[in-house]
Every structure is written in structure tokens, then in C-alpha cells.
């Protein structure tokens, strides 16, 4: 039975509504880290050719969006966090659409429901990245890529090259989806229809062309050396991490257990139901489960297969844009069920199933606690001290919450490396009446030449006027490269206290050639 249509629009205004509270809701809780600040950083660099180059050419389109965002509104946190709270909104309303046009209303509003209501989603839509926006982008792509299906009109062709190329030019991961949907032209088009659609996307090509002799394929090899290759489980993480938003949200430097048996539940449920879509697209919509599948498959399998054969890329975050196909396989599922109660009744018990989760979500911070840190170090500091900030790529992390409130978040002269100035990137610096000095993590490097960077580096501390140094030390760091800088710092001054917070620890020393008391 087919839902009423007067249903239909407040039913959708309410999960608009609910998607809209749910990443609204706590946009401010969790503290601004690593990944939020390098995307402030590169869009407050300019448009300089080079500069262009070496921050915005492998994806561009993302970082010049939250450029105007940032002239717009500043660097306020929840200001900038606004801007993916819009694209995840239109991911839920875009997931109705594509729902509809795949089945009726009734797949397109189960299938917004639990988009609305996913904590990989929510997290990410709280966040000043490019996941939501990608995402969106993507579902616009699909949703043009299924109206040829029906009615291969030459506008539906041309708004379907434009989402690929803008996907292209926002992540790397993009190519995923195109290489997606030319499989799916291959397998589900006519060659009529097929033909025409590989002559419109020869633009999508050219725009691909044109994005790999932009890029700086190099910075892009080299900011990846965190991910490690990934392995069966990556894939058993991924699918957690979009039922329910997984361990970790699909980062990788905090892990967060859950119960268990609330776990395995909803792991069956979606599992049951998706077998259950699968099997009913295949009876009524072949192509479209076609379509689906390979949406959902595709990027995970290149990333993965990629990982394994060349170096590795693959990282759960960036696979948001298999999330959609993902849920729309269980809504069709759920769909399927035909009785009004029994759809509501399963959605409900799907919502109070993720209450657990939620609850994490809005009241557990996993970030570092490099606010926190700061404003410690702030009330102990005194003219001249030196600042050792290790790893090197936090300064971003750092200064963003260090500077006073007249610079506060302004970063256009760092990068991930260091701090540009006069056109050279300096990794030691001073910082108004402070010295900075960056340790960089080992990064696969052998042992012996972290361990001589660390003594040249630290030997600056003997030159420096102040009678104090701090050490502002994270997780990212590993237990030997941090007993290394201990062991060299403790040579050159004493211990005079040490303060933890989330995921970081600050030292203060007074030298031994200062008197202490």
C-alpha cells in the first residue's frame, strides 16, 4: 500500500526537523582538533598560484566554499561547524528524493529517517570538514545518474557530469563515485543510452585530467603516511561505524566501547533487513539495486584494494559517500514490511536502540584536550619561555586556542609542517615574547634520525632567555618517541609539574642552570 500523500510532506517536515535538532544539538561540545583546524587554516591561505598549488589543488572546492564562509562569519567554531550542518540537512532531504525516485514516498522517508538519525552522520555534520558536502554532492550525482534511468532527458545528463566533477574537485575520494557509476552505466544502461552517457561524462574525464596536473600529488602522498593497511576488520569497522557510528566515528585515535549486546541487535537487525531490500529491489527494481549496490561496494572495495596494492588510503571518514546506498538497502527493507504500525514500530525501536549511542555522542568528548592545555600553560607562562608542542602538525591545534582573542583561530600563516614566514617554513619560531618548537612524530622514519632531529631541536633550549620550558605532549605520540623527548628534556632542566587532560599532557621544567624556589 502506497502512503497517502497527505502524509507525506509533514511526515518529511518532521524528519527535516529532527535532522536539523539532532546536529544542532551540542554543535559546540566537542573542542575544535586536528582536522578542523588544518580546514581553517588552508582556506584562510590565499589564491596565490602557488599557494593554490600547495593547499587547495587536490581538493579545492570544498576549502574555497568555507573560504567565503569564513569571510562571511570569522572563525568562530559553531560558525563554521553551521556550514556542514547545511550540507548534512540536505543529505537527509536528498536521501528522501532519491528514495522516492527508486521506489515511492514511503522508501524515500524511511530511508531520510534513519539517515537523520545516524551518528557517523551526526558527528560529521558537526565538524568544519568536507564529509557531509562530498555526500551530498554524491547523492545530487545519483539522483541525476537515476532519473537517466527513467528519462534520459540531456539536462539530467549534464547536472549528473556537473555533481561528478564537483565531487572530483572537493576529495580524492570522488573518483570513487565516478568510478561507481561508469560500472553501473556499463551493467544497467542500454548501449544507447550507455553511449551517451559515457559522451557527456568525457567531460567528467577532462575535469579529471585537469585535477590530477593541479594536484600536489606529492603533499597528497605524504599526508597520508597515518593510515595503515587495512585488513578484513577495516571493512567489519566500516559497516559499525554506519549502523550505529562505530568505535571511533571512523577516525583513529580514540576508541570508544559500547555495549555489546545493543551492538550485536542492531548489527542483526540492519543486516536482516538489508538482505530483505536487496531481495525486494531485485524483484521490482533491478537496475536500481544494481546502481545501489555498486554505490555501496565501489568505494569501499577501491579504497581497500588500493591500500593493499600501492600504500594505504583507505579511512572509514572518508567513505561517508557509501553511507546513503548503505541505508537505503535496510530502509528498502523496512519498507517492506507494507503496514504503517509495523514501519513505525520498527523505526522506533531502531531510535531507541541508538539512544545509548547518542548519549555518547553529546556528552563524551574523544577530542584532545588541546583547549584545556592551553589555558593551563596560560595561567603558569612567562616571558621568554620556550613551548615544545610535539607532534609538530598540533601547532595548528595549538595556536588556533593560544593566540589571544584578536588572533584567535587565525591561521593563515601555518601550515601543517610549521610556521610560514618570508616565504621559508620554520619549524622553531618565536611566537610574540614565547619560543615554539615542533617535534615531528616518526612518521616510519627510523629510530636514529627522529632521535638526532630531537637533540638538534631541543639544543635550541640552552640559547633561549627564559627560565622555563613546557612540553605539550599528545596521543599521537608514541610511547618511545615520548620517553626520547622526556629523557633529553629532563638532561637540560627540572621536573617542576606535570598536568593531564583528554589525550594530552603539559610539562613544565625550570632549567638547571636557573634556580627553582
Known amino acids: 500500500m502506497i502512503m497517502e500523500k497527505r502524509y507525506v510532506k509533514p511526515a518529511l517536515f518532521f524528519i527535516l526537523l529532527l535532522a536539523a535538532f539532532l546536529r544542532l544539538y551540542h554543535i559546540g561540545f566537542h573542542e575544535v582538533w586536528y582536522d578542523e583546524t588544518r580546514s581553517i587554516a588552508t582556506a584562510q591561505k590565499s589564491l596565490s598560484p602557488y599557494s593554490f598549488y600547495l593547499y587547495f589543488s587536490y581538493k579545492p572546492l570544498y576549502f574555497l566554499i568555507l573560504k567565503l564562509w569564513i569571510y562571511l562569519w570569522g572563525v568562530d567554531a559553531v560558525k563554521l561547524r553551521l556550514l556542514s550542518v547545511i550540507f ?4 537527509v532531504f536528498l536521501m528522501y528524493k532519491i528514495g522516492r525516485l527508486i521506489d515511492n514516498n514511503r522508501l524515500g522517508l524511511v530511508s531520510a529517517f534513519l539517515l537523520s538519525i545516524s551518528c557517523f552522520h551526526i558527528y560529521h555534520s558537526q565538524q568544519i570538514r568536507q564529509f557531509t558536502f562530498i555526500t551530498a554532492l554524491s547523492m545530487g550525482s545519483y539522483y541525476y545518474f537515476l532519473k537517466i534511468m527513467t528519462s534520459p532527458r540531456d539536462r539530467f545528463f549534464i547536472y549528473n557530469v556537473v555533481f561528478n566533477i564537483a ?8 573518483l570513487t563515485v565516478v568510478i561507481a557509476q561508469s560500472l553501473s552505466a556499463l551493467l544497467v544502461f542500454g ?5 551517451r552517457w559515457f559522451l557527456y561524462n568525457i567531460a567528467t574525464c577532462a575535469g579529471i585530467a585537469v585535477w590530477i596536473s593541479l594536484a600536489d600529488k606529492a603533499r597528497m602522498a605524504r599526508n597520508v603516511w597515518w593510515i595503515k593497511k ?4 577495516s571493512i567489519v569497522e566500516t559497516v559499525h561505524t554506519f549502523i550505529y557510528g562505530g568505535p571511533r566515528y571512523g577516525l583513529d585515535d580514540f576508541w570508544i566501547n559500547h555495549n555489546v ?3 550485536n541487535i542492531l548489527f542483526l537487525i540492519f543486516v536482516l533487513f538489508m538482505s530483505l531490500g536487496s531481495v525486494r529491489l531485485i524483484r521490482n527494481n533491478r537496475r536500481a539495486f544494481y546502481i545501489i549496490l555498486l554505490w555501496f561496494v565501489v568505494p569501499i572495495a577501491v579504497s581497500w584494494l588500493f591500500s593493499l596494492v600501492l600504500f594505504p588510503v583507505f579511512a572509514i571518514k572518508h567513505l561517508m559517500v557509501a553511507l546513503p546506498p548503505f541505508l537505503l538497502l535496510v530502509a528498502s527493507g523496512i519498507a517492506y514490511l507494507q503496514k504503517r504500525v509495523y514501519i513505525l514500530s520498527m523505526l522506533f525501536l531502531i531510535a531507541v536502540l541508538m539512544a545509548p549511542f547518542f548519549n555518547i555522542l553529546y556528552t563524551k568528548d574523544c577530542s ?9 600553560l596560560r595561567e603558569g607562562i612567562e616571558p621568554h619561555d620556550a613551548i615544545v608542542i610535539a607532534p609538530l602538525c598540533q601547532l595548528n591545534s595549538f595556536l588556533y586556542y ?8 587565525m591561521l593563515r600563516d601555518i601550515d601543517t609542517y610549521g610556521k610560514i614566514e618570508n616565504g621559508m617554513l620554520l619549524q622553531c619560531f618565536k611566537e610574540d615574547k614565547y619560543y615554539i618548537i615542533g617535534i615531528n612524530q616518526t612518521q616510519k622514519r627510523r629510530k636514529v634520525f627522529f632521535l638526532n632531529e630531537v637533540k638538534k631541536k631541543l639544543k635550541l ?11 605539550l605532549i599528545d596521543r599521537w605520540m608514541g610511547e618511545g618517541e615520548k620517553e626520547i623527548i622526556l629523557s633529553i628534556l629532563l638532561s637540560k632542566g627540572y621536573l617542576i609539574s606535570k598536568k593531564v587532560f583528554q589525550g594530552i599532557e603539559v610539562y613544565k621544567f625550570r632549567k638547571k642552570n636557573q634556580k627553582y624556589g
Not at 548534512?88 to 543529505?91: A, D, F, N, Q
Not at 587495512?230 to 576488520?233: E, R, S, T
Open 461 to 471: 633550549l640552552d640559547s633561549y632567555k627564559g627560565e622555563n620550558f613546557w612540553l
Open 191 to 195: 548501449a544507447r543510452k550507455g553511449w
Open 368 to 376: 584532545i584536550a588541546w583547549n584545556k592545555a592551553v589555558i593551563y
Open 230 to 233: 587495512p585488513g578484513i576488520q
Open 402 to 409: 593560544f593566540r589571544g582573542e584578536n588572533k584567535k583561530g
Open 167 to 174: 565531487v572530483i574537485f572537493t576529495h580524492p575520494y570522488g
Open 88 to 91: 548534512g540537512i540536505l543529505c
Open 261 to 263: 549486546i545493543i551492538i
